[in-house]
């Protein structure tokens, strides 16, 4: 059985840092890309960094370009994202997601394309 689960979110005061975790189960994670996605009230869900299948390449929104960092441990079959300087906006349910990418010369997919999904995990950014 597949199975993302997300841990880490919590309330942090503007500034502040959070590290996310997403644990996967039931698939070989190093054959898939894992992209971070976020999805605040009344908003569509969007992509905040991803990562390929063995690590070397990612990539982040314009939004949080040195502010976060992704990265992934294959042997404890998890992925992890560093938020640092958190701004409010930068609130909302964060998901991880995972695309089977052996073959595939992206690193980043759309929302549709990514196969598993975990259950999300709250961030919220105020004083």
């Known amino acids: 059985q597949v199975q993302l689960v997300e841990s880490g979110g919590d309330l942090v005061q503007p500034g502040g840092s959070l590290k996310l975790s997403c644990a996967t189960s039931?698939?070989?994670?190093?054959?898939?890309?894992i992209g971070w996605f976020r999805q605040a009230p009344g908003k569509e869900r969007e992509g905040v960094s991803c990562?390929?299948?063995?690590?070397?390449?990612?990539n982040y929104a314009d939004s949080v370009k040195g502010r976060f960092t992704i990265s992934r441990d294959n042997v404890k079959n998890t992925v992890y994202l560093q938020m640092n300087s958190l701004k409010p906006e930068d609130a909302g349910v964060y998901y991880c997601?995972?695309?089977?990418?052996?073959?595939?010369?992206?690193?980043?997919?759309?929302?549709?394309?990514?196969?598993?999904w975990g259950q999300g995990t709250q961030v919220t950014v105020s004083s």
């Open positions: 039931g698939f070989i994670l190093d054959r898939y890309a």
């Open positions: 990562i390929s299948s063995n690590g070397v390449i990612t």
């Open positions: 997601a995972a695309r089977y990418a052996v073959g595939s010369g992206y690193v980043c997919y759309t929302v549709p394309s990514y196969e598993y």
